[in-house]
């Protein structure tokens, strides 16, 4: 039998997955594997062959289809999804199905009956951060279907996707029905609030003391067992994003936002600070801050107590008087090194080996500046073990060991940090010490039990 050999073509990828899946299953296995199976027999099939395109694979939650033509996969998407809003009508809500939709106009890599390569893979990480009910569209995509087809179109400029190296341009589907997800039911017996990251209002955009300032609050918030703050890797994921804070407050599950903007000059900088009850939009507190720059880490202790005080004079006093009393000697006390360290984040977020070297030097920037900055030294740990665990480094073993001394020396400088005990945790886990990483990321998880990192991390683990 002839070998069969790979082929090469252009082709329009619509990538598909169910919001919530393991929700669902968790809840009905049975009904909704039933309810799947139901409404693409009678929803999505149809709709696929109407409009000319193919079915590659189902995967249990998802389902890949290839289209000759763009303007058949985004007339089909949004239809799509008119149709599953219209057949979630009359269902309890936390069973609703609802879909999330990526398409890419790419090459792609035909095997058999099945579909690989850069077109495929760019549907799929389109499709894991379009908003539940929601259509997202690539440049190369748009640029064959403007004004093409009965839709609008809403730029979300370049987006940076997952293992993915050049940025790739995002537009969003108008007129597809927007779902706002019931928030997970957790019981919740605490005050609950989310930061939303701090508006940069100075005109550069390489400016990074906004982040700093939001990092630095929902830092000091976390350290109260009294409070449910959701971690800054979900807050972050609104920014730059126009938002209605009810929505907010529902898709994170909490009662409280707060929000704010920051404008530097040279010499002086203004913050501006409110609190938002989440369930009806009505501003329980607003502030604004003018300080010099030299006094930005009054501004910054300011900023928290206020927050933290309004929250304590609703729940008896005794967030504000813990607060008071807080030791000084931990977190961070320097301007610039809270800069240094927001400027690593953002490069070792992109997550590429000169990024990540970049990012290494922001953080021992930070560490050098402020000795007792734990959370740095433990970025900088982490820097070295990415290196050694991506193939990055042409020594992994000294890579490692050099983590271990950067994650030992975070613990060392501030024990209350959960960086610290995270970065060591990592190291063990990398080293094969699973029941040592298994404990130190427990250790973490007290000192900062709301860190969506540590958590990911724990379940690897």
Not at 50 to 78: P, Q, Y
Not at 288 to 297: F, G, N, S
Not at 331 to 359: E, I, P, V
Request: charged letters at 25%; glycine letters at 8%; proline letters at 3%.
């Amino acid at each position: 039998m002839a070998e069969e050999r790979s082929q090469r073509r252009l082709a329009a990828i619509l990538a598909a997955d169910v919001v919530g899946y393991s929700r669902l299953v968790d809840q009905d296995e049975a009904g909704t594997l039933a309810s799947l199976s139901q409404r693409r027999r009678s929803i999505l099939e149809p709709l696929v062959a109407e409009h000319h395109g193919r079915i590659v694979k189902l995967m249990g939650d998802g389902v890949l289809v290839e289209f000759a033509s763009a303007v058949n996969a985004v007339t089909c998407a949004t239809e799509l999804q008119k149709r599953m809003a219209v057949a979630n009508t009359g269902v309890a809500e936390d069973r609703h199905i609802v879909l999330r939709i990526g398409i890419n106009l790419g090459d792609v890599i035909v095997e058999g009956g099945d579909l690989y390569g850069d077109g495929v893979i760019i549907a799929s990480r389109l499709e894991a951060i379009a908003e539940p009910g929601g259509v997202l569209v690539s440049g190369t995509a748009y640029d064959q279907v403007k004004n093409k087809v009965k839709v609008g179109f809403d730029d979300l400029g370049a987006q940076t996707l997952k293992n993915i190296a050049e940025p790739a341009r995002a537009y969003r589907v108008a007129g597809t029905p927007r779902v706002f997800l019931a928030a997970p039911k957790v019981a919740i017996d605490k005050p609950s609030i989310a930061l939303l990251p701090f508006i940069n209002m100075s005109g550069d955009p390489e400016h990074y003391f906004a982040d700093s300032i939001t990092e630095n609050v929902i830092a000091g918030l976390s350290r109260f067992r009294d409070l449910f703050v959701i971690a800054s890797n979900s807050t972050f994921a609104y920014k730059g994003k126009a938002t209605k804070i009810q929505d907010v407050s529902r898709e994170l599950g909490v009662r409280y936002i707060l929000e704010g903007s920051v404008q530097r000059s040279k010499e002086r900088v203004r913050i501006t600070a409110q609190l938002i009850d989440g369930t009806t939009g009505r501003h329980l507190w607003v502030e604004r801050y003018d300080r010099r720059v030299e006094d930005i880490l009054v501004v910054q202790d300011e900023v928290s107590e206020r927050i933290i005080g309004t929250l304590a004079t609703t729940y008896g006093g005794r967030l504000l008087k813990a607060w008071q009393e807080r030791p000084e000697a931990t977190g961070t006390r320097d301007f610039q090194a809270l800069d240094y360290f927001a400027r690593g984040m953002n490069f070792m977020n992109r997550f590429t080996k000169d990024d990540n070297l970049r990012a290494r030097e922001f953080f021992d920037k930070a560490a050098r500046l402020e000795p007792n900055f734990g959370k740095a030294y433990a970025a900088v740990a982490w820097t070295h073990m990415v290196d050694a665990a991506e193939g990055w480094s042409e020594d992994p073993p000294t890579s490692l060991a050099i983590g271990l001394k950067f994650a030992t020396l975070a613990i060392e400088r501030d024990d209350t940090e959960a960086w610290g005990r995270y970065a060591l945790a990592g190291n063990c886990l990398l080293r094969g010490q699973h029941d040592r990483a298994l404990a130190e990321f427990e250790r973490a998880l007290e000192l900062n039990p709301n860190d969506a990192d540590v958590l990911t991390d724990l379940a690897t683990a």
